[in-house]
């Protein structure tokens, strides 16, 4: 154990870690983020293929890059490399996307008909929470994608799990691969580079309404049957 962990027990770091969405300015050293991707290459992937594509983006560059992304939000300029539609959702998935939604605006305090506070709450997204870092998750592109899509889904858990035995926070943020060419161009990075996800990562401000936002899970009955 380094001197950065807080040496959880796997069950109180799966227990520990929550999207958190309210940083402090304060970043991660080199250290403790190379420790972190340590434990995230240690992930399972298809045949062994480890397909997942980093990107750690700090400083003077996610400055930039947040602002390159507010400006494409503002134009409607989405580039997504993979299809997402929210209604598509439907019976239970939708009334549980629905939750999540509520849950969240309630905890900024923030009322339905407010259209200017809840902008505010969406354009959060694209200043990464004030993180200090993120991570950005590209990918190649294989066949249909699906079983790449899912290593880099576990590569996402073990990076996340790890940040929580740090001593960080992390929030997992689909809506930056809206953004996908956005991003590319504004990093320099190849056209074959797909983005999945990124996670925007730090020390948490534990004083703020975006850390104690709490969502709820549905019991393993709902989603789990037994055979034998």
């Not at 003077?60 to 134009?75: C, V, W």
């Amino acid at each position: 154990m380094t001197e950065n962990r807080l040496g959880l027990s796997f069950a109180n770091t799966i227990r520990s870690r929550t999207s958190c969405r309210a940083f402090l300015p304060t970043p991660v050293s080199n250290e403790v983020i190379t420790s972190v991707l340590e434990d995230a290459q240690l992930s399972p992937s298809n045949c062994n293929s480890q397909p997942w594509i980093t990107h750690i983006v700090s400083g003077a560059k996610l400055a930039q890059l947040s602002q390159a992304i507010l400006k494409a939000n503002t134009e409607s300029s989405f580039t997504p490399d993979f299809s997402f539609d929210q209604n598509c959702f439907y019976g239970e998935y939708a009334e549980r996307s629905m939750a999540q939604g509520k849950a969240y605006y309630q905890g900024l305090g923030v009322a339905r008909e407010d259209v200017a506070s809840r902008q505010t709450a969406v354009d959060l997204n694209y200043t990464f929470f004030n993180a200090p870092q993120v991570a950005l998750l590209f990918m190649p592109s294989f066949g249909d994608n699906v079983r790449v899509a899912g290593d880099i889904g576990m590569y996402g858990q073990s990076f996340l799990l790890s940040l929580t035995d740090h001593g960080l926070a992390g929030v997992p943020q689909t809506s930056l691969g809206f953004f996908a060419a956005t991003i590319r161009e504004t990093l320099g990075i190849s056209d074959d580079q797909k983005l999945l996800f990124g996670i925007s990562f730090g020390y948490a401000d534990k004083n703020a309404p975006g850390s104690r936002i709490e969502i709820s899970r549905v019991p393993i009955s709902d989603s789990v049957t037994f055979h034998s």
